[in-house]
């Protein structure tokens, strides 16, 4: 790859490629009038990151925030590429190529705008490599889950916003994707893996599962249907998601029009608005995970007033009045190795509850991971638990 040499190359023009072949740069001709323009404006030599602050800071502008995108994303053009072709070489067995890994990262361009600060010590192109390979790795650790999963296993594991973008982008009607959302809910409550190792190679229902299904569906519909169909149309939510979360590659740097008027970011897609219906989910999911959040509340609160009084003492002298383990024996009159123990047991204790009423509500199998994490998690809702302000 030749490096660009003028201003007004690095942020007007855009690698070519063809079928995994890097052919040159390609010329945007409104990007490049537009840098001759501004550049025409000042007096004197200015740098390339004078540049790369000029646009960053106009990307918000509701006039010019489009055009200041398109140079950005050609400016980051060499730094979107090494990030390709490092991670090229690390997965040099995948059935992606330089240009995919290219188009992956470089379609992601936003999340770099998104999550970089011009006030701190980074440089925008460093930062701009981290999130390519980033989002590149992501995509393929994704893909490869999507790829492995039976149809069961991704109906299990996808959201259900996710299942209505789906379905939403399968073009279907109001009524046949609210029937599907409908018989998929059905199949997540009534399917539940019993071995959290084999959900991926997931096989499907069997028939009393199926029946289940169809009793819990019709139970919901004004239109009673058979489990047959209800398996159809499972397998058809299955395809969705599928080709959702694994689409083809469409170039952004396929250029339109005439030769003498290309325009290398034309395809471009804008921000995406989420439809009404997604906007429900979400907020659908929001108050669940709400109400989850009290629930598990609850639980929580439930189990403290279970414990022993002593062990009740200590937690409040060590929580709320900030005690040392040594204060507490001191005051208890207990030794030091029993307010220790004592602690690590109350611990454990609400631990275990909070994991009980997990795999009773939740279906969640809980792992060391998940028991690691939820302690870490455990310690700071004692800390807000006894001290409220």
């Not at 299955?238 to 325009?263: H, Q, V, W």
């Not at 659908?284 to 959040?293: D, F």
Request: some cysteine.
């Amino acid at each position: 790859m030749h490096p660009r040499k003028s201003i007004i190359e690095i942020f007007s023009t855009f690698l070519e490629f063809a079928s995994d072949r890097l052919i040159g740069w390609a010329k945007d001709a409104r990007l490049y009038r537009s840098m001759q323009n501004v550049i025409k404006q000042t007096p004197q030599e200015i740098s390339e990151n004078f540049w790369v602050m000029y646009w960053y800071n106009l990307l918000h502008d509701t006039e010019v925030g489009g055009l200041a995108q398109k140079h950005l994303i050609a400016y980051l053009q060499e730094s979107c590429y090494w990030s390709a072709q490092k991670t090229s070489a690390s997965f040099a067995g995948s059935q992606y190529k330089l240009a995919d890994f290219f188009q992956i990262a470089i379609a992601q361009v936003h999340k770099v705008f998104k999550g970089f600060n011009s006030n701190g010590d980074f440089v925008l192109k460093n930062y701009a490599s981290t999130i390519f390979s980033s989002v590149i790795r992501e995509t393929l650790r994704q893909r490869h889950e999507v790829d492995i999963c039976t149809d069961w296993a991704l109906l299990r594991k996808v959201s259900q916003k996710r299942l209505v973008e789906a379905l939403l982008d399968n073009g279907l009607s109001k009524d046949t994707m609210t029937a599907y959302v409908t018989a998929w809910n059905c199949f997540r409550s009534l399917y539940v893996p019993t071995s959290a190792s084999s959900t991926r190679q997931l096989l499907q229902p069997d028939q009393q599962t199926w029946e289940a299904i169809a009793i819990a569906y019709n139970s919901q519909s004004q239109t009673p249907v058979n489990p047959k169909t209800l398996e159809i149309w499972l397998l058809n939510c299955a395809k969705a998601a599928r080709t959702y979360l694994y689409p083809n590659f469409i170039s952004l740097n396929t250029p339109s029009g005439s030769e003498d008027t290309r325009n290398w970011l034309d395809n471009l897609p804008g921000d995406e608005q989420d439809s009404l219906l997604t906007q429900i989910i979400a907020q659908e999911e929001q108050q669940t995970r709400s109400t989850k959040q009290s629930e598990i509340k609850t639980v929580l609160v439930e189990a403290v007033a279970e414990l022993e009084p002593l062990v009740q003492e200590i937690l409040q002298l060590y929580y709320a009045q900030g005690l040392t383990q040594q204060q507490i024996a001191k005051q208890l009159q207990i030794q030091q190795y029993t307010v220790s123990r004592r602690l690590t047991k109350a611990r454990e204790s609400l631990l275990r509850s909070l994991a009980k009423w997990s795999q009773q509500q939740l279906h969640i199998s809980v792992t060391s991971d998940i028991l690691k994490s939820t302690s870490a998690l455990m310690e700071e809702w004692l800390q807000a638990y006894y001290n409220p302000s």
